[in-house]
């Protein structure tokens, strides 16, 4: 590479750029240092943390299971699917995030989509017809499972009701997507969740500010009993995040602040790199997009623990925050009619 025109960057220009990246690169190795005490706390953090999960949906500490990521968490559950029943599709929604079917994807599932309603923007259960067994055309035709999404949080309990009959009906398992409603589920007229499996992703530009984390609650009343003890199994065995993926948590701002200050030409061949080596997790890495994965299904680290841990002991303040602002917006817009 020529220092005198790198990517038409004049010299000056890209001494610039080295001086802002060793600014920022020393910055985070302050904040490792800063979090270091991290590192003997992950178990407390664990256990507290699946306590307040367990609080505060009426469940049990000993159903919920951590992970790195949601996704790998969703695929944990479709390989199990997969592998006692075989092939077959997963009814999803169309509108989701590109995460959502690239889990069941990477699980070697297939994918069936399904009408949205209106009113919720989530799968309409009405859609779903249950006599699945004579008629072909039916969405939940042989289908093994369906994705229960609460978009942008909305919980429609008549409608999760609804969902739980269908499933109950057709055979199929009922996993709830919690992404946009970290710990709150749907539950029944006695305060049970109804769902089998729920996904709750801490992760970036969801509800809390902790970049990476998830967590997964399985029901102990799951009907499949044999589907249920798979599923726990592999949790209860997920390997711990490699060394570069946990440390890349707490690089994560400060890498973003790199890319943003390098020229075309050299930021994608690093940001490929970096992604290939497991030292910046994007939102969603190109692979990702065609359905691949670019990490395996593990455990959180201290890190992640513990910026999920304090983001529950302020979930309160974190939801009235919200509650404010929708509060605002509704009033800014209260002359527009509805359409």
Known sequence: ????NVAGCPKLLWIRHCAIMQKILKKGRNEMKKNAKYNMENNAACTELKELLAKRTGTHPEEWYLTFRA???????????????????VILQPFTCSTVPESVIAAGMDLRYADICRSTLSIDPDSLTTDADTDASAPSHNAHAVIM???????????????REVCDSAGMLLVEDCAHCAGRMAAGSDGKPLADVSVHSFGVEKIL???FGAAVRISPDM?????????????RALPATDANASASVRTYITRFRILNHLPPAVKKPVRDH???????IPAVAAAELSGKTILEPTVPGDEVMSRCLDAFRDIKGNE??????????????????DS
């Open 209 to 211: 500010p902790t970049q």
């Open 149 to 163: 999404q609460h978009t942008f949080g909305i919980i429609d309990k008549d409608q999760a009701a609804c969902m």
């Open 274 to 280: 970096w992604i290939r080596t497991h030292r910046f």
């Open 1 to 4: 590479m020529h220092v005198n």
């Open 71 to 89: 996704r790998e968490a969703m695929q944990v559950v479709f390989e199990e699917v997969r592998r006692i029943h075989g092939y077959g599709p």
């Open 223 to 235: 009907k499949d009993r044999k589907l249920h003890d798979a599923i726990t199994e592999h949790f």
């Open 320 to 337: 009235n925050r919200r509650t404010a602002a929708v509060i605002s917006y509704r009033k800014a817009f209260a002359d527009m009619a």
